[in-house]
C-alpha cells in the first residue's frame, strides 16, 4: 500500500521511511484518525492559522522579554518581491535560529522595507528596545549611508549595534574580483559544457561510458552560477575531475587536420589512465559515431569554443583551473565557518584578520607582512599595489600543479605562460584590495566582543575590550550597573572557572557561568552580543521557494510560504522532526498545549475572516474608483460561453446553406448560373435581370458576430413579397415547405456547396 501510495503520487522513495515512521505513529490513535476529514483547503488554513500561528505567537511571547537580532534579505520570484525576516535569541539555554515573517512588497526599495519591519514589530507589540542587531546585504539599499535601510532602522532604534555588512558576501565578490584578470576563461567553458550535455541525454550517455573506461566516476557537468558563493571554485574541481574524459570526448568533434595534430593528447590520457586495448577499440568507435552527429549550427559554435578551450588553449585553462583550485580554498574555508549555526560572533574579527593576511602571504614578501604584526591600523593602511612589497613572480603561489605545468611547458607556450603570470598579479592585487576594503577589520565592536571567547581569559588585552562593551552596547545595563559590572569583568578574569571542552559551543558555555549566579550583569551581557547573526542564513530559507511559489500559483502562496517556513525553522531550532515534535506516548493523558488547540478550531474562522476581510477591502476600492460591481466570468465559464457561441455559429450558418438550396431551385432556370455563394447568409446575382432582383428582395440579414470577444445583437429585416409555390413565410423568412425540405434533403444529402451549385449549372445547361 505504501508502496504503490508512492508511485500513485510519484513521491520521492526517500520519503518512504518518513512516511512509515508517520503512519505508525497515527495508527496508535485509530479513533481520531478515523474521524479526521481534512481539504486541501483547510489543510492550508489550519497549517497558517493552527500549527504555524501558534508558533508565531510563542516566539513574539519570546521576543518580548528577550533581546534579539534580524537577519533581512529580500528575493524575487516569479515576479513577487519577497522579504523575510529571521531573529536569533536565547531560549532554552541555547541560542536559536527562527523565522519570524515573510511579506511581499510592491519593489524592492528602503522606504518600504523600513515600514513593513516597523508594521512587523509595533504590530506584535515587540519592544524596539530588545533589537540588538539587523544583519543586511551590503547594497545601497540595505546598507546606504544616508536613506538605507539601516539607517532608517536607526532613527527608530538608537542603541543598534554596528556590525558591519554581511562578510561572507564580501568574501564572495573577492573571489570574483580574482577570477576577472583572466577574462571570464573557465566560466564560460564551464556554461558551454553544461549546457552542451544538459538537453542531450546520447551525449551523457557517451560521456559516461568514456568516464567508466577511464575509471573515473561520472558526475553531470556542473554549471556556473556568478550568483552563488564561490561557485567557480566548487565547479572548477568537478572538472579539474573529469578534465581528461572531456577531452577525448570533444576529440570527436575536431576536423581530421586538428585531430591529428591533437593525438598525441589523446595517447598521453590513454597513457595516465592504463587504458587497455579494448577501451582504446570502444572509444574510437565511439569517436566515429559521435563525428556522424548530426547538429545546429549554434551547437557545432558551442562545440568549437569548448574544443578550442580543451586543445588549442588546453594550458591556459589547466594553468587557470588548477590556480583557482589551489588559491580559492582560502576564501571557503572562511565561509563554511561562519555559515554554520554555532555563534561566532566573537571569532568574526580574529578570522577577517587571519584571511587578509593569509592571502597576502601568498604574493607578497614576508619581512613586510611581518612589520605589520597585529595591528589593523597598518595593515589598512598597507599600499598592496607597492611592487616592491611583491615577490618575484616565480615565487607567487600558483598550486603545485600550475608550478608543474609551467616548468615542462615547451618554448612555443612561454606567451601565454608571460599572460598568465601577468594575470595573477592582478588577480590578487584586485582582491586583496577588496579584502581590504571590505572587511571590517577596524570596527571597535568586533574587536571588543572578540573578547568573550574563552580561551581569552587571564589576559590583560582581553580585560581591557570587555571593560569597553558598555560603552558600545546601551541597552542591556541600567547606569548604576556599569560599576558592578566592571567589577564582574575583573573577577571572572582570575576566577578558576571550568575550561571549554571541544564540543561545546559558546552559548552553551556562558549559560553554565550564569547558572553559577556569579557573574549576572556579565553573563547577561554576552547572551546578548552572541544572538548576533555573523552570516546570512536567510539564502537557506529560499532554497524552498521555488517548490511553494510557482508560475501557476497566487498570491495566497506567499502567507502560506511563511507559515511553512516558521514551522521548519521552529523544528530545526528544537532539533526534532515532525513526528517527534508532536508524538505523544499517552495521547490520552499526556499534556496538550492549549493554544494550538485553540488555534486548530478558531482556523476555520479565521479564514473566513481574513476572506472577507479582502472582499470588503476590494470593495470599498471599488466604491471609491464608482465603478459599478459585475461579477466576473472563472476561466470555466468562459470556456463554455465561446464554445457554446461557436457552436450556434455552425448551426446558423448550415440553415443559411439550405436556404440558399431552397431559394435557388425558386430561381427562374435561365438566372440559376448567375447565382454566387457567399459567406454572408445571403445570395448574391451578377445579373440585374429585373424578375430575379424581385424574387430575391427576400435576403437574410447580415451577421457581424465574433465568437471569442463580443456578441452583436441581430437585426432581422421581414421580407414582404408574397411567398411562390412550395414555399411558406415564418416571421417575415421565405423558408420552404416541409414537403419540399424533405424532398429536396434527399437529393443533396451528400453533396457539397460547391457540387450543390455545379449541379445547378449542369441543369441550366441542359
Known amino acids: 500500500m505504501l508502496l504503490g501510495f508512492l508511485a500513485e503520487k510519484s513521491l520521492s522513495f526517500s520519503l518512504a521511511p518518513d512516511l512509515l515512521v508517520l503512519v505508525k505513529e497515527l495508527s496508535k490513535d485509530r479513533k481520531a484518525l478515523n474521524g479526521i476529514r481534512m481539504h486541501r483547503t483547510s489543510a492550508a488554513y489550519k497549517l497558517r492559522f493552527g500549527v504555524a500561528r501558534t508558533s508565531e505567537q510563542n516566539l513574539v511571547k519570546d521576543l518580548k522579554r528577550e533581546k534579539f537580532s534580524l537577519n533581512i534579505e529580500s528575493m524575487s520570484n516569479n515576479n513577487e518581491k519577497i522579504v523575510t525576516v529571521l531573529v536569533n535569541y536565547l531560549r532554552n539555554d541555547k541560542i536559536v535560529t527562527e523565522h519570524l515573517q515573510s511579506f511581499s512588497v510592491p519593489s524592492v526599495n528602503s522606504t518600504l522595507l523600513f515600514q513593513g519591519i516597523v508594521k512587523l514589530l509595533e504590530e506584535n507589540n515587540i519592544p524596539w528596545h530588545n533589537l540588538m542587531s539587523v544583519l543586511l546585504d551590503s547594497c545601497h539599499v540595505m546598507r546606504g549611508k544616508k536613506s538605507g535601510l539601516e539607517s532608517r532602522l536607526r532613527e527608530k532604534c538608537p542603541h543598534l549595534l554596528d556590525i558591519d555588512g554581511d562578510s561572507c558576501h564580501h568574501a564572495h565578490n573577492a573571489a570574483k574580483l580574482f577570477c576577472k584578470p583572466f577574462g571570464l576563461h573557465l566560466e564560460s567553458l564551464f556554461t558551454d559544457i553544461h ?77 595516465l589512465h592504463n587504458v587497455t586495448e579494448a577501451g582504446k577499440e570502444f572509444i574510437h568507435k565511439m569517436h566515429s559515431r559521435l563525428a556522424e552527429k548530426n547538429m545546429t549550427q549554434a551547437g557545432k559554435d558551442q562545440k568549437s569554443r569548448i574544443a578550442e578551450k580543451l586543445f588549442e588553449n588546453s594550458l591556459t585553462t589547466k594553468l587557470i583551473t588548477n590556480l583557482l583550485v589551489s588559491v580559492l580554498p582560502l576564501l571557503e574555508e572562511y565561509v563554511k565557518l561562519f555559515e554554520s549555526g554555532t555563534p561566532l560572533i566573537h571569532k568574526l574579527h580574529d578570522k577577517q584578520f587571519e584571511l587578509i593576511k593569509s592571502f597576502l602571504a601568498c604574493f607578497m614578501k614576508p619581512e613586510v607582512l611581518a612589520s605589520l604584526g597585529d595591528s589593523t591600523k597598518k595593515m589598512m593602511g598597507l599600499d598592496i599595489k607597492k611592487k616592491c612589497y611583491h615577490l618575484p613572480i616565480s615565487s607567487v603561489f600558483v598550486g603545485v600543479k600550475a608550478k608543474e605545468l609551467i616548468a615542462s611547458a615547451p618554448k612555443s607556450q612561454y606567451d601565454k605562460i608571460k599572460s598568465f603570470r601577468n594575470n595573477i598579479m592582478k588577480a590578487y592585487v584586485a582582491c586583496s584590495e577588496a579584502l581590504q576594503k571590505k572587511m571590517p577589520i577596524d570596527n571597535v565592536f568586533l574587536k571588543c566582543v572578540s573578547s568573550v571567547d574563552p580561551m581569552c581569559r587571564k589576559n590583560s588585552l582581553a580585560l581591557e575590550l570587555m571593560k569597553k562593551l558598555p560603552q558600545l552596547v546601551t541597552n542591556i545595563l541600567l547606569p548604576k550597573e556599569k560599576e558592578l559590572f566592571d567589577l564582574e569583568v575583573r573577577k571572572y578574569h582570575v576566577d578558576s572557572l571550568y575550561t571549554v571542552n571541544e564540543g561545546v559551543s559558546i552559548d552553551e558555555w556562558w549559560v553554565e557561568v550564569k547558572k553559577t549566579g556569579k557573574y549576572p550583569l556579565l553573563s547577561k551581557m554576552v547572551c546578548a552580543l552572541l544572538t548576533c547573526f555573523h552570516c546570512p542564513k536567510v539564502e537557506s530559507s529560499f532554497s524552498v521557494m521555488n517548490n511553494i511559489i510557482s508560475a501557476s500559483s497566487t498570491r495566497m502562496n506567499i502567507p502560506t510560504f511563511s507559515a511553512i517556513q516558521s514551522i521548519k525553522y521552529h523544528l530545526f531550532a528544537e532539533n526534532k522532526t515532525s513526528v517527534a515534535y508532536f508524538a505523544k506516548k499517552d495521547f490520552l493523558h499526556e499534556h496538550v498545549e492549549k493554544k494550538l488547540v485553540e488555534n486548530l478550531r478558531s482556523s476555520c474562522r479565521a479564514y473566513q475572516d481574513e476572506k472577507n476581510k479582502k472582499m470588503e477591502q476590494k470593495q470599498k476600492q471599488i466604491n471609491k474608483l464608482h465603478k459599478q460591481k459585475e461579477k466576473l466570468l472563472s476561466k470555466e465559464a468562459a470556456r463554455k460561453l465561446c464554445a457554446n457561441a461557436a457552436k450556434k455559429q455552425r448551426i446558423r450558418h448550415k440553415k443559411n446553406i439550405l436556404k440558399i438550396k431552397d431559394k435557388t431551385n425558386d430561381l427562374p432556370r435561365h438566372s440559376r448560373d448567375n447565382v454566387v455563394p457567399s459567406t454572408m447568409s445571403g445570395i448574391k446575382q451578377i445579373d440585374t435581370n429585373e424578375d430575379c432582383v424581385k424574387t430575391l428582395a427576400s435576403t437574410e440579414n447580415k451577421h457581424a458576430e465574433d465568437a471569442n470577444t463580443s456578441f452583436i445583437e441581430e437585426k432581422s429585416v421581414k421580407d414582404r413579397s408574397p411567398p411562390k409555390q412550395g414555399v411558406k413565410r415564418v416571421n417575415g423568412d421565405l423558408l420552404p415547405t416541409k414537403a419540399t425540405q424533405i424532398k429536396k434533403r434527399k437529393e443533396t444529402t451528400s453533396l457539397t456547396i460547391k457540387e450543390m451549385f455545379q449541379r445547378v449549372r449542369n441543369n441550366n445547361a441542359k
Open 195 to 271: 549546457n552542451d550535455f544538459k538537453w542531450s541525454p546520447d551525449l551523457r550517455a557517451a560521456l559516461m561510458e568514456i568516464c567508466e573506461v577511464l575509471n573515473i566516476k561520472y558526475t553531470m557537468p556542473q554549471n556556473y552560477i556568478s550568483f552563488r558563493w564561490l561557485s567557480v571554485y566548487v565547479v572548477a574541481q568537478d572538472f579539474s575531475r573529469m578534465i581528461s574524459a572531456l577531452t577525448l570526448f570533444y576529440f570527436s568533434f575536431l576536423s581530421r587536420s586538428e585531430k591529428t595534430n591533437f593525438l598525441p593528447v589523446v595517447i598521453n590520457i590513454y597513457k
